[in-house]
């Protein structure tokens, strides 16, 4: 069946109103749920384990509270996938090794514990490829079984994506939220490094590592988003999200900078001419785009930028994941870790320490700009997903806000070849709340 952006799968936010009057409830809007799991994630595969008991006893609590008049969030009974490399206390977790098959978390992760705290309903776990890291795994893109569903959070993606859940919890180190969001028509969201704790992740590479979320209706997310990154303690440079966790209002923004990167030529036909009636939509609603042709510091960020994608992002990545990678018996690790683990060895602290600088410049260059465009925006992917299970994608258009460590959307407003495609919007560390009011201003324009 075709994608089709103008009708996206129902999020829970919007179903809240029948809980108070009775014509809904969490258990019913779980149940809705369970049904597509039982219905298709036999050929989907995103799912690890499931504990649909536990999740109905969830789910009538919940439905008690709305009946009484007190739930304790907007996500209370919110069903909720989470990814196989984030602790849960009551189900196994595995993060798609055999090193760790069976293996039980004695508690949650601290995103985890701030969601069931919200009163969010856990589901069961997502496949993942091996410790997030390898090249491909068995679960398949839900608007095509052909194709892949993107990086390590690829079965939190497909589970929104086929209406298994409305919100899914996912990792990302370079671009395993965005693009399996993108890839199945999702919401995904990647806050600021340390925005969301990360205690309970099993860890890549502590300076790139992100919790965060795909889901199916960007009110979902914004709330999941708010309520993890409430919970203090244990990172550094916890950035608390201000507001609450309703989605901010629409704001117009005045201006945004596109960011082509080396790949926008080789998206094909279908993707650049959604891409432009996208920004045309975007355009036409009074917002301007600019180009790095037409000025002349965004080219220089990008040219700066671009190197960053294949050089230090992965020499820091390699370097950092030495522990706990390399007291694993390197037999029982995928090629690509045992790579990424030579790659790391390769790398000297001083290589280290002036990668680090180099990020640390990069930033606080990309912040610089924030005095004159509202925000950046490019694609989400160099395409759809692609055909075959053997790779899961580019992460080019990925890997710079990852390296930044800044906050991005990905946008489920466009389409190619009858298959998802995201609009990706960037913006800057501290202003995440007007990222996202952005981010409900351009859905609003581009799919009135």
């Avoid at 995103?46 to 996500?75: E, I």
């Avoid at 839900?142 to 929104?160: E, I, K």
């Avoid at 220089?300 to 992965?314: A, G, Y």
């Avoid at 580019?394 to 489920?412: A, D, E, I, K």
């Amino acid at each position: 069946m075709p994608y089709a952006p103008e009708k996206p799968h129902p999020g829970f936010i919007a179903a809240r109103a029948g809980f108070t009057t009775g014509k809904d409830s969490p258990r019913d809007f779980l149940e809705r749920g369970i049904a597509v799991i039982e219905a298709r994630d036999a050929e989907v595969h995103a799912f690890v384990v499931t504990d649909f008991a536990a999740a109905r006893t969830a789910a009538d609590a919940a439905s008690k509270r709305y009946k009484d008049g007190n739930p304790r969030s907007l996500l209370d009974g919110c069903p909720l996938a989470v990814k196989d490399m984030i602790q849960t206390g009551d189900l196994p977790t595995q993060m798609g090794s055999a090193l760790f098959k069976g293996w039980q978390a004695p508690v949650d992760a601290a995103c985890v514990y701030a969601l069931r705290q919200a009163g969010a309903v856990v589901i069961g776990k997502t496949v993942t490829t091996e410790f997030a890291a390898g090249h491909t795994n068995e679960t398949h893109n839900p608007y095509d079984l052909a194709r892949t569903p993107g990086g390590s959070s690829s079965g939190s993606g497909a589970a929104v994506g086929a209406g298994m859940v409305p919100l899914a919890l996912g990792t990302q180190t370079r671009g395993s939220v965005i693009r399996p969001a993108a890839f199945s028509g999702a919401v995904g969201f990647k806050p600021s490094v340390n925005a969301i704790h990360t205690g309970g992740v099993h860890p890549l590479s502590p300076t790139l590592d992100h919790v965060g979320i795909i889901g199916a209706a960007l009110d979902d997310v914004w709330a999941a988003a708010h309520i993890m990154a409430a919970v203090p303690g244990g990172v550094s440079g916890h950035h608390v999200l201000s507001g609450t966790p309703d989605l901010p209002a629409a704001k117009a923004p005045r201006r945004l900078a596109l960011l082509p990167f080396a790949e926008w030529n080789d998206a094909g036909a279908a993707t650049l001419s959604a891409m432009e009636g996208a920004l045309e939509k975007i355009r036409g609603a009074g917002c301007e785009i600019v180009h790095p042709d037409d000025y002349a510091p965004l080219a220089t960020l990008q040219q700066k930028l671009l190197p960053m994608i294949d050089r230090d992002s992965f020499d820091i990545f390699a370097y950092e994941m030495q522990w706990p990678f390399a007291a694993y018996p390197p037999e029982r690790l995928n090629p690509r870790l045992q790579d990424l683990l030579a790659r790391g060895r390769a790398v000297t602290e001083r290589q280290y320490h002036t990668a680090l600088a180099h990020r640390d410049a990069l930033r606080a260059l990309t912040q610089d700009f924030a005095h004159r465009f509202d925000g950046f925006v490019t694609l989400a992917s160099t395409g759809p997903a692609p055909l075959g299970h053997d790779e899961t994608g580019s992460r080019h258009y990925q890997v710079p806000w990852s390296y930044l460590g800044f906050p991005c959307f990905t946008l489920p407003v466009m389409a190619a070849d009858g298959l998802p495609l995201g609009l990706q919007i960037m913006g800057y560390e501290t202003r995440t709340p007007n990222l996202a009011a952005i981010s409900r201003w351009i859905m609003d324009a581009i799919l009135p």
